[in-house]
């Protein structure tokens, strides 16, 4: 298994090898504008969306069909086409020439998307972006047998053709708390938002904390503005003593609410935090965030596609679009063997030894949803530095 994640590490390692190494910032911008690219010659193909089906793509024998579901239109546009763009960049650099990839838009509907796409012929979809969607489409694909390698980070919707690839943040929270335990801390708190993320926070906490051998001796829940912070923060107040306190939230939340448990008995608690932190460029500007720790997945080779990305599409890449590049690059190693016109190998997706791509190792377990080896990042003055790198491998 080792052997097989530095064989295909390497093959990433030459494939970016073609990248501009210009400097580029590791955080970016939440609300990077959509862009205008100029159409490239191995571009994924737009199909038109007319709002019916009116007959099918040309049949194609030497090149895997494979149907690119996402909002290109709408308020979310700018991350659909930054996840676009992105697995146009992984078509250009692996030079692959036996797989097409066509582009439906989500935002009008996603089942007539993907009743379209599979009328097209398409053996595979990578998306939707939202979980939602993926529910919409997800009887259609099951019975047409196509899988579905979904953006979303909802594991809810995982399972039978749906894989999950999005970044879980159960996995986060268990990552960052077994590197609390190792460093020696065993009595946990955790302030979460109310709603959804909060409520799977929540389980996750508890469940990480206690495989660790940890205590959790508090846990709130909080809804918006700084009073309802406070108010949670009082109530830990009567608890134990906490050493380590999670904030499930984003990285902008956590600079806003630091202070305020500075404020209110978590004075010398070490700050946690999830993967929403990887995108939030203020945390080393702030003295508050100091010695913080949160886990995700590494930006070691993102920064050399964030350049390339800017170089090709003249804007910054939305963080969450290596999903696209990655999916690119999962569909083009299973592609060696897989004969054209033929359904997808699903159960090549299992593949124990994973697959590695820009966001690190990575590999989909029974229930569907994406594992990933991830490393924890400490806010120092100015800078992120790993605290403890990801694993080599999954046997590790």
């Not at 582009?103 to 939707?128: E, F, H, K, M, V």
């Amino acid at each position: 298994m080792k052997h097989l994640y530095r064989k295909w590490q390497a093959i990433l390692m030459l494939v970016l090898g073609t990248m501009v190494l210009a400097a580029c910032q590791t955080m970016v911008p939440k609300t990077a504008p959509p862009s205008t690219p100029t159409q490239q010659p191995d571009r994924p193909d737009t199909r038109p969306d007319d709002g019916a089906i009116t007959g099918v793509l040309p049949s194609d024998e030497t090149r895997h069909r494979i149907a690119l579901l996402l909002p290109l239109s709408g308020k979310d546009a700018a991350v659909g086409q930054s996840i676009a763009n992105a697995t146009t960049l992984a078509l250009m650099d692996t030079k692959a020439s036996n797989i097409r990839i066509t582009s439906y838009d989500t935002a009008r509907g996603a089942q007539a998307a993907a009743q379209r796409a599979i009328a097209d012929g398409n053996r595979l979809i990578l998306g939707p972006l939202f979980g939602d969607d993926v529910v919409a489409i997800a009887a259609t694909a099951n019975a047409a047998r196509v899988p579905i390698i979904s953006y979303s980070n909802d594991v809810g919707i995982a399972g039978n053709n749906v894989f999950v690839m999005g970044y879980v943040p159960a996995q986060s929270i268990d990552r960052v708390v077994r590197h609390a335990r190792a460093q020696g801390i065993t009595r946990f708190a955790a302030l979460v938002p109310a709603g959804t993320y909060g409520q799977r926070a929540s389980s996750a906490m508890l469940s990480s904390v206690k495989a660790a051998g940890g205590t959790v001796v508090s846990m709130q829940s909080y809804g918006a503005g700084n009073a309802a912070i406070t108010a949670a923060l009082k109530k830990m107040q009567g608890d134990s003593a906490y050493e380590a306190i999670l904030i499930a939230d984003s990285g902008a939340a956590a600079v806003r609410i630091v202070p305020l448990i500075r404020a209110n008995g978590g004075t010398d608690a070490r700050i946690l935090g999830t993967e929403l932190w990887n995108t939030e460029r203020t945390l080393p500007a702030s003295p508050a965030m100091r010695g913080a720790w949160f886990a995700s997945v590494s930006d070691g080779l993102y920064r050399q596609y964030a350049a390339k990305y800017r170089a090709q599409f003249g804007s910054d890449p939305f963080r969450l679009s290596t999903l696209g590049y990655d999916s690119v690059l999962l569909t083009t190693r299973i592609a060696r063997d897989w004969k054209p016109g033929t359904p997808f190998p699903m159960d090549r997706l299992r593949d124990a030894g994973g697959f590695i791509g820009l966001d690190g190792a990575f590999r989909f377990g029974r229930s569907g949803v994406a594992e990933r080896l991830l490393e924890v990042q400490q806010v120092g003055a100015g800078t992120l530095t790993v605290a403890s790198p990801a694993p080599k491998s999954f046997a590790d």
